[in-house]
Structure formats: structure tokens, C-alpha cells
């Protein structure tokens, strides 16, 4: 079986300042992982992806995300909040014979001026 | 290159009608999946195509049906409208339906069921 467990719900920092969107998984297989963002009225965009190369994987617009086994997470960071970066994200996880995607709940990231 | 689209944009609905929903994947992706979010949730894997043939299914009741035409494009339909199918509804289309393949997803269909 196959979860994501986005840990929070929503998070707000101050623009320039650091973010940090945790995420864990639960998978029966060795998983793929992926971070989506998805701003208002528009489709969701792949950040970052993690398919059993490089635990430590850069995404765009300065995003990325660390894999780590032992403690079943793939946590996304970024070193500095800017504006643009409000919107929603959800950690994904893929694994089996197909890329049947199981999403997390989704956290809401809110940047302050 | 053109992106995952899906049509109509909006929909209202009543109870017990039924609907069809519609999706070209971007080009060259032979694999299309749909996916139900509900206001407020993650979106929720309802089934995928490959090749014109279903090749996975999540918990969705039979009523949830859907074709893969050759060009790649798919459908949803939804038969038997309940006010819970009102949701967004995504398509996602992939280069091959190994489990690494990321999805690229379309805008959405809006779905108001009443």
C-alpha cells in the first residue's frame, strides 16, 4: 500500500526567509517521489522529482527536496521565500507496476511581504 | 509543444444527468490518467489509459467510465450525477506509465453537480 502524509496544512513565512514543506511516505515498493505546486485557477506543475538516483534533488525555481529512507520523508525546501512562491504543493508518491499517483492533502504556503 | 488540455472549462450539473469530460494529451504521450479533487483535498486517481486500453483502476464506482481514442485524446464520462461527484476534475498524460513517469496535467474541468 501507498500514502503521502503531508504534515502541515499550512505554512506561512516572510518573504526571503526559508521554507519548509514536510512530507511522508508509506510504500510497499521502492518509491518515485514528486513534489507538485498548484497555483489558483491553474494545473498542477511538477517541482521536483526523486526516482532512485540522487537522494538530493534540485528543482526549479530554486526548490528541492532531500530522500531519506530511514525516515520515510522527502521534505521540500527552498533557501529564500519569495512572493510568487504562494500557492499550494502536494508530495506525491508513485511505486508498483504503474504511475498511479497518491497524493498528499496539500499545503497551502503563504509568503508575507 | 502543446500541453495537456481538457474541455469544457465549467460545468453545471443536475443530479442523475450524465456527463462527458474531455482531454488531449500533450504531444507524443501515449498514457492518460484522470483524477477527482474535491475542494480542499489531494486529488484522487479514478483510472488510466494506455494505448487505448484501461490499465489501472482506483475506487471509483462503475457509473466513472472512460475511453482512449487513437490519437491519444480520452474521455470521462460519469453516469448518474451525485451531488458528491462535484469536484475538479484533472487529466494527466505521461510518456509510458512506469511509476517514475511524471504526469503533466491539464487546467481542469470544473464539475457543479446540483
Known amino acids: 500500500a501507498q500514502s503521502v502524509t503531508q504534515l502541515d496544512s499550512h505554512v506561512s513565512v516572510s518573504e526571503g526567509t526559508p521554507v519548509l514543506l514536510r512530507c511522508n511516505y508509506s510504500s510497499s515498493y521502492s518509491p518515485s517521489l514528486f513534489w507538485y505546486v498548484q497555483h489558483p485557477n491553474k494545473g498542477l506543475q511538477l517541482l521536483l522529482k526523486?526516482?532512485?538516483?540522487?537522494?538530493l534533488v534540485k528543482g526549479i525555481n530554486g526548490f528541492e527536496a532531500e530522500f531519506k529512507k530511514s525516515e520515510t520523508s522527502f521534505h521540500l525546501t527552498k533557501p529564500s521565500a519569495h512572493m510568487s512562491d504562494a500557492a499550494e504543493y502536494f508530495c506525491?508518491?508513485?511505486?508498483?507496476?504503474?504511475?498511479?499517483?497518491?497524493f498528499g492533502s496539500g499545503t497551502k504556503l503563504n509568503v508575507k511581504p | 509543444e502543446t500541453g495537456v488540455t481538457q474541455s469544457p472549462t465549467h460545468l453545471i450539473k443536475t443530479r442523475g444527468q450524465q456527463v462527458t469530460l474531455r482531454c488531449s494529451s500533450q504531444?507524443?504521450?501515449?498514457?492518460v490518467s484522470w483524477y477527482q479533487q474535491a475542494l480542499g483535498q489531494g486529488p484522487q486517481f479514478i483510472f488510466q489509459?494506455?494505448?487505448?486500453?484501461?490499465?489501472g483502476r482506483g475506487n471509483f464506482p462503475p457509473r466513472f467510465s472512460g475511453l482512449q481514442f487513437p490519437n491519444y485524446s480520452s474521455e470521462l464520462n460519469v453516469n448518474a450525477l451525485e451531488l458528491d461527484d462535484s469536484a475538479l476534475y484533472l487529466c494527466?498524460?505521461?510518456?509510458?506509465?512506469?511509476?517514475?513517469?511524471?504526469?503533466?496535467f491539464g487546467p481542469g474541468t470544473r464539475l457543479t453537480v446540483l
Open positions: 506525491v508518491v508513485s511505486g508498483g507496476n504503474f504511475n498511479k499517483f497518491y
Open positions: 504531444s507524443g504521450h501515449n498514457t
Open positions: 526523486y526516482t532512485s538516483a540522487a537522494t
Open positions: 489509459y494506455y494505448r487505448e486500453e484501461e490499465n
Open positions: 494527466a498524460s505521461s510518456l509510458g506509465f512506469e511509476a517514475y513517469n511524471e504526469q503533466f
